[in-house]
Nanobody, 120 residues
């Protein structure tokens, strides 16, 4: 079974930085998309950043210029560098992947989430 495991969350003051990591494991044939989503204070889960297998990126408007998504040297790793953090960034951050894992069709997978808390 495919698993996505996040790390790097924690408590940081406003204006500070954190880097989140996500590693996918299992019988993975290919990865189409890796992304980060977050859920804050009862809101719906929102896209933070997305990167494709050809390194095209997309960002949510509220994080443009502050966050950077990148693929690791290992194909199954993705990072989210978060700078100039604001209290409004507080929430649970989830790693997402669309990939093929031995079945004919691609499927969506989610990590368990990592908590980011930004204090003012």
């Amino acid at each position: 079974q495919v698993q996505l495991v996040e790390s790097g969350g924690g408590l940081v003051q406003a204006g500070g930085s954190l880097r989140l990591s996500c590693a996918a494991s299992g019988n993975i044939l290919s990865i189409n998309v890796l992304a980060w989503y977050r859920q804050t204070l009862g809101k719906q889960r929102d896209l933070v950043a997305r990167i494709t297998n050809n390194d095209n990126t997309n960002y949510g408007d509220s994080v443009k210029g502050r966050f950077t998504i990148s693929r690791g040297n290992a194909k199954n790793t993705v990072y989210l560098q978060m700078d100039s953090l604001r209290p409004e960034d507080t929430g649970v951050y989830y790693c997402y992947a669309n990939l093929r894992s031995g079945y004919l069709l691609s499927n969506n997978y989610w990590g368990q989430g990592t908590l980011v808390t930004v204090s003012s």
